[in-house]
């Protein structure tokens, strides 16, 4: 296998080539020969489920992972990409869904990693940050370089790592899920800097599930399906109907699915509840009801949902608890109401990434599966794996690392964590960021199924169409206020989108 040195361009070539391309873990076939050739200043999207191949991809793109077999070209030359150090000497760069930067260093100092500026043999802090500061301004991302990473948002914090790739000299970029965090602006700012990478000559790798970026964005898109490329097309010659058949062979109006189910007894009420970042809010969720809360990133829904979890107590206002008032002051006292809450991040706040996907399961009813101090073995083992069938998780075991699932997987272990636990309102926050369309489909089955045993729903999205197509109620959030309230699709895309930007 050729050198990075050897890799000589070759006039005409594809930027990048793969031939017979294949990945194995042990018994498990993860790339499975794929042929696949990226042109340079194109954008290329690659789609598919959660398992597809499209993270082990990645990791054999930018050498995180050694191919087992096949051959790789840059520029028509052979290359190992046997190394991250090689993948970025060659100009080969990745922004992935979760941020890997250093949350307790500056945004200045994560764009500079590796390449920090040097005066008299000491950092000099003060260039790095108008140098990093002058290219977030360039790029259009309103971002302080001065700030603790920490301080930030996820979504500002894949802009960071976004700015650290330009900055860097990508010539192949790769983009995994770059809008799952991002507010429509920041959005726009991303879209704006992909134009202008692909304008300079910069080749463009788009992995979503959102299929209508696919659309507005890229020039064609790639398939994979259970390891294997199934197809590449001009996103010009295909459609969104095309694309999810090759995916998942389901038909597209089966993923948003949604059987009838009764309205019951009020299961909670908030009147005028007011907390950190939201106020005056009054809501009423019944079983059989999925009561969905739309607007912008830092709208003040999930403040307000996690008030109620008793993550942040409110500071005024009422809840009312199937007809009672109660004070929640904990997320114990929420939990022993009978209260749920799958949070935003499945990484930082759903998940216990040390451990295994039984015991992330199980974690909320420990206390049942136990005598006194002593946990019941049997019990936690048939408990788990119940879960793991029920929901499909798809796992060696139930002792695999959680951290060795795909994030599709990943968010079932949260959501199915709750389901033994006998909740009677369900809170989830952002349920599908970042999973595929046939993963989205087992979480709307798996909410269907919660309403039918006679639970209450609280979905947030900031996916318009899966809110507007799943809530019998929705609620419209601005500036951390509720301003709008629908029933189930009387009112327009447009009219919510207006309501929620306050234009």
């Known amino acids: 296998m050729a050198s990075v040195e050897s890799a000589v361009p070759n006039a005409g070539a594809p930027i990048l080539a793969l031939e017979k391309l294949d990945k194995r873990f042990g018994a498990t076939h993860a790339l499975r020969t794929v042929d696949l050739t990226f042109d340079e200043g194109e954008i290329h999207a690659i789609v598919g489920e959660n398992g597809a191949g499209k993270s082990t991809l990645i990791k054999l793109l930018t050498g995180v992972y050694p191919r087992s077999s096949g051959d790789v070209f840059w520029h028509g030359a052979p290359v190992a990409l046997a190394t991250p150090h ?157 694309l999810i058949a090759l995916m998942i062979a389901r038909k597209i109006e089966q993923i948003y699915h949604k059987d009838t189910v009764p309205i019951g007894e009020t299961i909670m009420e908030t009147h005028a509840l007011t907390g950190p970042g939201f106020q005056d809010v009054s809501i009423r969720v019944r079983e059989g009801e999925v009561v969905g809360l739309y607007g912008l990133i830092g709208a003040g829904r999930s403040e307000f949902v996690q008030s109620v979890f008793g993550r942040r107590p409110a500071t005024s206002g009422r809840i009312v608890w199937r007809g009672k008032d109660v004070s929640i002051r904990n997320e114990r006292q929420a939990m022993n109401l009978g209260i749920a809450l799958s949070p935003e991040s499945r990484r930082d706040q759903g998940l216990c990434l040390s451990l295994g996907v039984g015991l992330n399961i199980n974690l909320p009813i420990f206390k049942l599966l136990s005598i006194g101090p002593l946990i019941n073995l049997t019990r936690e083992a048939e408990c788990a794996d119940k879960q793991i069938r029920d929901v499909q998780i798809k796992t060696s075991s139930r002792m695999a690392p959680v951290t060795s699932l795909s994030g599709g997987n990943q968010q079932k272990v949260v959501i199915g964590k709750w389901l033994n636990h006998g909740a009677k309102l369900f809170i989830f926050d952002e349920p599908t960021v970042g999973v595929d369309v046939g993963t989205k489909a087992e979480i709307y089955r798996l909410l269907g199924s919660l309403l039918k045993q006679g639970a209450g729903i609280i979905m947030i999205s900031s996916y318009l169409p899966e809110v507007y197509e799943l809530a019998d109620t929705l609620h419209v959030f601005r500036a951390g206020r509720l301003v709008a309230t629908h029933g189930h699709k009387d009112a327009s895309h447009e009219a919510i989108l207006t309501e929620a930007i306050g234009v």
């Open 86 to 242: 090689e993948a970025i000497n060659l100009g080969i760069n990745a922004v992935h869904q979760e941020v890997v930067l250093c949350p307790h260093l500056t945004v200045a100092a994560n764009i500079f990693l590796g390449d920090e500026e040097m005066r008299g043999g000491l950092l000099n802090k003060k260039r790095m940050v108008r140098d990093a500061q002058a290219l977030l301004d360039d790029l259009g991302f309103s971002l302080p370089a001065g700030a603790l990473l920490s301080s930030l948002t996820i979504g500002q914090q894949q802009l960071v790592a976004t700015a650290r790739a330009e900055r860097r000299g990508a010539k192949f970029l790769i983009f995994d899920e770059p809008t799952a965090y991002l507010t429509r602006q920041e959005a726009a700012a991303l879209f704006k800097l992909i134009r202008r990478l692909k304008a300079s000559g910069v080749t463009i790798v788009y992995i979503s599930h959102r299929l209508e970026e696919v659309f507005e964005l890229c020039d064609r898109v790639s398939v994979l399906r259970d390891g294997a490329l199934v197809g590449t097309r001009k996103v010009s010659e295909t459609n969104e109907a095309d």
